[in-house]
């Protein structure tokens, strides 16, 4: 017998593969087995990507906080400058949405890191859960 290996099936639970007979339970334990390969696969390849871009965006950091607390300090101080020398409130409204829109940035960078973050973290008083 040729193919002695295999167990031996009743003929309507056979299914033909590569000119061997092989029970249907085998092949969906095959196709159960492979699924869950790639399924794990997926994953491992989506913790990798995960880990490159955390570490992408963190080693970024140091330069998104230098420009945006350089934008919010600084628009703060000309608020205040520009009240003091020329109270015009369409030219305050400028200033004080451009240093709030500096602080914003720098706290939603923040929490854009702690979301992807892959392992819990710190930053600056704000956790990951």
Not at 75 to 88: D, I, M, N, T
Not at 102 to 121: H, Q
Request: charged share 15%; glycine share 10%.
């Amino acid at each position: 017998m040729k193919n002695n290996h295999l167990r031996v099936v009743a003929a309507n639970d056979a299914v033909p593969v590569g000119g061997a007979l092989v029970s249907r339970d085998d092949v969906k334990r095959a196709l159960h087995t492979g699924g869950q390969l790639a399924g794990t696969m997926a994953k491992g390849s989506f913790t990798a990507i995960r880990y490159a871009v955390f570490y992408m965006l963190m080693w970024l950091r140091i330069l998104v906080r230098v420009v945006t607390s350089a934008c919010a300090g600084l628009g703060l101080l000309a608020l205040v400058l520009a009240a003091v020398f020329k109270p015009e409130w369409a030219l305050m409204w400028k200033i004080a949405s451009f240093s709030f829109c500096g602080f914003l940035a720098g706290w939603l960078y923040d929490g854009l890191l702690l979301w992807i973050s892959p392992e819990p973290m710190m930053l600056d008083g704000r956790a990951t859960e």
